[in-house]
């Protein structure tokens, strides 16, 4: 069986933890982020394993909606430059504690996502390290 893998992330903007211990999924602190769609204004909790697609949100996101999230500290929006290559909606940056960063799509049902590295050597050392592979 494959090792499942918890990323911790941040903010890119203020750098504080979106990690809520309170609130597992999968028996892991899930990702809580404040989010915006369709004139509803939330929080969402994503699953902080990687591949992992559960969620818990507190309106009815519908499927093929595009939602905008942000920091539930500093409620700076996270945006990037990249759009999501299967479905063109835009892609959410996440800062992993180790370094690097995952991107999601925004679209409620698109499942692309990719992890991304600037110092590719030194961060998945790092990665490798932390989780033991």
Not at 22 to 39: A, R
Not at 43 to 61: E, K
Not at 99 to 123: M, P, Q
Request: hydrophobic letters at 35%.
């Amino acid at each position: 069986m494959p090792k499942k893998v918890s990323l911790n992330a941040k903010c890119p903007h203020c750098d504080k933890s979106f990690m809520d211990e309170e609130n597992l999924l999968l028996g892991k602190p899930s990702i809580k982020l404040n989010i915006e769609c369709n004139n509803n204004r939330g929080t969402i909790r994503l699953c902080s394993i990687y591949g992992c697609y559960d969620h818990f949100c507190d309106f009815d996101l519908k499927e093929g909606a595009i939602a905008k999230f942000f920091c539930p500290h500093c409620n700076k929006e996270l945006i990037s430059k990249d759009t999501c290559k299967s479905c063109d909606a835009p892609m959410i940056p996440l800062i992993l504690q180790l370094g690097g960063k995952v991107l999601i799509c925004s679209r409620k049902g698109c499942n692309n996502h990719f992890v991304a590295f600037e110092d590719l050597a030194t961060e998945v050392r790092k990665f490798y390290h932390e989780y033991g592979f």
